[in-house]
């Protein structure tokens, strides 16, 4: 597999901000200062960019820049080891969600909930590894039946 880093490019994000909340609308307000952002379904290497484009859009009149930043930083980190640590490549599929607070001009992240869809192919490959695996038992089974008097 690959190896593959974040990258940043904060001028870029903050102009493709206002876009995102056009095209995707990726946020929801849950409750005052608390919100749900999400990726959408994205190719995990450009995860990082979704979400801090989502962040700038969400929270740019709310939270100074530099805070969303910080926290965009800190929250890409955490869900880049996680998708790693599950094995997640780089060209596959994900979807992220995560909530967020603002207390004064500090933002926060909660737990991310990472999905990742896995190809129909793979999915069916894992599933006749399974059968088979399901047949050898019971025969083992049916085997060890037949000895018993």
């Known amino acids: 597999m690959a190896t593959w880093k974040l990258e940043e490019n904060i001028q870029r994000d903050m102009e493709k901000a206002q876009e995102q909340v056009e095209l995707y609308g990726g946020h929801i307000l849950k409750a005052p200062n608390r919100y749900e952002l999400r990726t959408g379904v994205v190719i995990a290497a450009r995860f990082a960019d979704k979400l801090r484009r989502t962040a700038f859009a969400v929270f740019g009149g709310i939270v100074p820049k530099e ?32 909530e967020a607070t603002v207390e004064g001009n500090r933002l926060t992240f909660g737990e991310p909930k990472i999905e990742w869809f896995v190809p129909y192919t793979e999915v069916q490959k894992k599933l006749e590894e399974c059968e088979k695996k399901m047949s050898d038992i019971r025969q083992k089974i049916e085997s060890l039946l037949e000895k018993l008097p």
Do not use: P, W
């Open 67 to 98: 805070e969303i930043v910080r926290a965009t930083s800190e929250l890409n980190r955490k869900i880049y080891e996680k998708m790693i640590s599950m094995g997640v490549g780089q060209l596959d599929i994900v979807r992220i969600t995560v």
